[in-house]
């Protein structure tokens, strides 16, 4: 991660399709478009990927999460159930909905507590997701367990997740509805887009039409086209889809880079008795996107972050410090600072951010380094790397 990394004439070329016939839009131009659907092929290509019966492409990650609830009826004044570790994203597409963002304590695993979910069920919850932070997983089977037993719908955020899997199934294709970003930094990278991914054939349905101002997409006249429900703007282009599909059929190549550099990383830790790793949930294979570690406590991880930062081990991050992935420093989610008005039930929903704590993921974030594996190392760079960062937790702790 990231894909970028490792750009090559298979993109370029994909893309030059596209500029080649001069149809950048997804939809429609049958006649000029010599053959090529990027969107299409892409929407093919994860299917397979994510071994799944539907796949929606859409413009980021942000939009999916957005219209995976949309696409399954959460909206206003409904409560979305999500962890306190995640990017400012997961709120934000709550809230574009109207609905009230919920959120709970995370455990070892850095995801999702299913204890902390349960406790924080009322009447008005509609939905769980999970965030399927840092490569790594939630313990997904207790998970569905409280969603089936409260009749709530379950979703998936599997952005920083793809080439994971739990029990043999890919991460992002487990619950009800997941999520896919292809942002600039991600495993796969469209330059900007995101994916819906569902089993469910209404879903799907809802989350083609949503994503396109509520076209249904029969025939081939875009003009002649009805609107069962109103809708939005969040296509993808040709272009952005065109970068994907080079990039997913490289996706086995980059997670096996991943796992050689990851276990490199690992190793050398492993032996140093300050250093824990994040709890991978029994059947959970990681996609190596990052390796989590703690340390003893919140000051040392404070020492460590800032030696790294000193000795040159960049992309290693202490979320706790973070602006943009713990609760910790969401003031303008806690102070409601938004440009527009926002509604009575939204602003009473967000009331217990005045008060509530939240002592176990303070807990765990604390003491928690996150380091990006990068795809352009090579083996030596990672060995040299690892040394450094073993050494310098050593001398620290
Ligand atoms: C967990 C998570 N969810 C959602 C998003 C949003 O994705 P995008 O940047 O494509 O909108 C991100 C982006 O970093 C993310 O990390």
């Known amino acids: 991660m990231p894909g970028f990394e490792l750009f090559s004439d298979l993109e370029r070329k994909e893309v ?44 980021s990650g942000t939009a999916a999460v957005s219209i995976a609830l949309a696409s399954a009826g959460v909206g206003a004044g409904d409560e979305v159930i999500m962890p306190t570790f995640t990017f400012v994203a997961s709120f934000e597409a709550i ?101 819906v991914v569902t089993n469910n054939k209404d879903y799907y349905t809802n989350a083609d039409h949503y994503s396109d101002h509520g076209h249904d997409h029969v025939g081939n006249d875009r003009g002649a086209e009805t609107h069962p429900f109103l809708g939005y703007n ?36 492993s032996h140093i008795p300050e250093v824990t790793f994040r709890t991978v949930p029994d059947g959970g294979e990681e996609s190596y996107a990052f390796l989590n570690f703690f340390l003893p406590d919140l000051e040392s991880a404070r020492k460590v972050s800032k030696a790294f930062k000193d000795n040159g081990i960049d992309a290693c991050f202490h979320y706790y410090d973070n602006n943009w992935h713990y609760i910790r420093k969401w003031d303008h989610l806690t102070n409601l600072k938004s ?35 990068k795809l352009s190392w090579t083996k030596e760079e990672v060995k040299t790397r690892a040394n450094k960062m073993a050494q310098i937790i050593e001398t620290i702790n």
């Open 16 to 59: 030059n399709d596209v500029l080649d016939n001069g149809v950048l839009m997804r939809y429609g131009f049958d006649g000029m478009r010599k053959g090529h659907w990027k969107a299409k092929e892409l929407e093919a290509e994860l299917r397979s990927t994510f071994q799944s019966d539907y796949v929606q492409l859409v413009s």
């Open 95 to 195: 809230m574009m909905l109207g609905a009230i963002p919920v959120l709970v304590d995370i455990d070892d695993t850095l995801t999702l507590d299913p204890k902390a979910v349960e406790e924080a069920i009322t009447a008005k919850t509609k939905a769980v997701m999970v965030v399927q932070m840092c490569g790594s997983m939630a313990n997904m089977d207790a998970l569905r367990t409280v969603c089936d037993k409260h009749n709530l719908i379950f979703v998936e955020d599997a952005c920083q997740a793809i080439g994971g899997s739990y029990k043999g199934k890919p991460l992002g294709s487990i619950a009800d509805l997941g999520c896919f970003s292809f942002d600039f930094v991600k495993t796969i990278t469209c330059g900007e887009g995101g994916a």
């Open 339 to 373: 440009l527009y008005p926002i509604s009575k039930e939204v602003k009473e929903g967000l009331q217990y951010l005045q008060t509530k704590s939240f002592e176990q993921s303070d807990h765990y974030i604390g003491r928690n380094i996150s380091c990006l594996i």
């Open 234 to 269: 969040f296509r993808i282009s040709e272009l952005n889809a065109a970068v994907g599909l080079a990039q997913v059929r490289r996706l086995p190549e980059f997670i096996s880079i991943q796992k050689r550099n990851y276990t490199i990383l690992r190793e050398a830790l």
